[in-house]
């Protein structure tokens, strides 16, 4: 089955620095994928996502990149701040009706 | 912007008894998604329902689980007989299309004593 996971359970950073969180998926037959960040006691929010077919997509102050090769994803977050911490999850999708894989998730700590 | 609304917001229930977890999706969309997030750890699928059934299920949605919309608008979650072990928070999604990004609800904090 497909698992989804993150490399390092939690994260922090100076205010002003560039944040980077790691995942690796395992299914090569994912499609797309999605960051989402997750505050407390609410619901995961969109970020941003990639397809398959790419293997770079900036958004703004983030850029997700995609190594199909190794199965690897990641989400920079440039001049990190301190409304940036929280709980962020990859997830991994593939055509079987919008169905999403969760990583883990990385706590991500920004000191101001 | 739209949203995807959650009702009610903490649902705290004996053991045993049903609950309904309620959804208000987002109008134009057609793929409906329940997701659960036991305390501390990921996001898991629950189901995923389009054109009125059921699209597919998780191991997870088990004969305890059912997935409605009652009246074209709102989509629900019944859990029939509630486990100490249900006791998570609720996701509700919808996405425009199979493919694009999922816009998720606020939860539900379902809390079985």
């Known amino acids: 089955g497909e698992s989804v996971g993150l490399h390092l359970p939690t994260l922090s950073v100076q205010e002003g620095d560039n944040s980077i969180i790691n995942c690796a998926y395992s299914?090569?037959?994912?499609?797309?994928f999605i960051w989402y960040k997750q505050e407390s006691g609410k619901g995961p929010q969109f970020i941003i996502d990639?397809?398959?077919?790419?293997d770079k997509r900036q958004g703004q102050r983030v850029t997700v990149l995609l190594n199909k090769t190794v199965k690897h994803l990641s989400l920079q977050i440039a001049a990190t701040q301190p409304g940036d911490s929280a709980v962020y999850f990859c997830?991994?999708?593939?055509?079987?009706?919008?169905?999403?894989?969760f990583g883990q998730g990385t706590i991500l700590t920004v000191h101001p | 912007e739209p949203e995807v609304t959650q009702t009610p917001s903490h649902q705290v229930t004996q053991m045993g008894q049903e609950v309904i977890l309620r959804c208000v999706p987002i109008s134009n969309h057609l793929y409906f998604y329940w997701y659960r997030q036991i305390l501390g750890q990921k996001v898991e699928f629950l189901v995923s329902f389009y054109n009125n059934e059921i699209s597919e299920k998780s191991e997870i949605f088990d004969d305890q689980f059912s997935v409605e919309r009652p009246d074209g608008s709102n989509f629900t979650l019944k859990i029939r007989s509630t486990k100490l072990e249900d006791s998570a928070m609720y996701f509700c999604a919808d996405s425009g299309n199979t493919n694009t990004e999922a816009f998720f609800g606020q939860g539900t904090r379902l809390t079985v004593v």
């Open positions: 997830a991994a999708g593939g055509t079987s009706y919008g169905k999403l894989t």
């Open positions: 299914n090569s037959a994912s499609d797309y």
């Open positions: 990639i397809r398959s077919n790419m």
